[in-house]
């Protein structure tokens, strides 16, 4: 199982970055995907989760309205979409996979995990 996220790098306050999250050795199809984010010194949490169909997603309050998850069951990849980027979204962002088919499942229902991918941005 391995779940390859990319997309991270530095970005000026209010730029935009999009990350993806390659999936491969389990049936991605069938999984709820999501992405979390951990600060330095915070914990891990959940940024945005998609239904193993794409027709539903949930979002933290945080990133409503600035980020879109979305994901192509056909290429096994999970997107992140990420606009008005701020100082306060800079973390190590990790995709994971959850088989429970729960939008909000907790932390360690989650299957498998990516080895994260670095966003910084600038004020």
């Known amino acids: 199982v391995q779940l390859q996220a990319s997309g991270g790098g530095l970005v000026q306050a209010g730029g935009s970055l999009r990350l993806s999250c390659e999936a491969s050795?389990?049936?991605?199809?069938?999984?709820?995907m999501a992405w979390f984010r951990q600060a330095p010194g915070k914990e891990r949490e959940a940024v945005s989760t998609i239904s193993w169909s794409g027709s539903s997603t949930y979002y933290a309050d945080s990133v409503k309205g600035r980020f879109t998850i979305s994901r192509d069951n056909a290429k096994n990849t999970v997107y992140l979409q990420m606009n008005s980027l701020n100082p306060e979204d800079t973390a190590v962002y990790y995709c994971a996979a959850d088989n429970d088919g729960l939008l909000t499942a907790p932390i360690y229902r989650y299957d498998y995990w990516g080895q994260g991918t670095q966003v910084t941005v600038s004020s």
């Open positions: 050795g389990f049936s991605f199809s069938r999984y709820t």
